[in-house]
Nanobody, 125 residues
Framework: QVQLVESGGGLVQPGGSLLLSCEGS????????MAWFRQAPGNEREFVAAISWTAVTKFYRDSVKGRFTIGRLNDKNAVYLRMEDLKPEDTGVYYC??????????????????WGQGTQVTVSS
């Protein structure tokens, strides 16, 4: 059974940091792009960051550039999201995903075939 399992979410004050982790099992994800998406209550799921299988290419949504960093360890079948200077608008359920997106479609969730169950991130004082 192919699975992606996220961890590391929690409650943090504005300006704080969190490290999200996502580990895959059931197959190797080393040849797939991996990404993070998030969904706030009442909102649609939105792209946060993505990384190519070589880790050379990375994409971020504009609102997290300079604050979030995506990384991966292929030998651990894992992807990470380091989040710093968190803001209340970063609150949501964060999902990791894996797939082979079209080069022009990295930010589209339909391009990803595998999804985790999500981890809650709440930024509040």
């Amino acid at each position: 059974q192919v699975q992606l399992v996220e961890s590391g979410g929690g409650l943090v004050q504005p300006g704080g940091s969190l490290l999200l982790s996502c580990e895959g099992s059931g197959r190797s994800f080393g040849n797939l792009a991996m990404a993070w998406f998030r969904q706030a209550p009442g909102n649609e799921r939105e792209f946060v960051a993505a990384i190519s299988w070589t880790a050379v290419t990375k994409f971020y949504r504009d609102s997290v550039k300079g604050r979030f960093t995506i990384g991966r360890l292929n030998d651990k079948n894992a992807v990470y999201l380091r989040m710093e200077d968190l803001k209340p608008e970063d609150t949501g359920v964060y999902y990791c995903a894996a797939g082979d997106p079209h080069p022009a479609a990295w930010k589209r969730d339909r391009e990803y075939d595998y999804w985790g169950q999500g981890t809650q991130v709440t930024v509040s004082s």
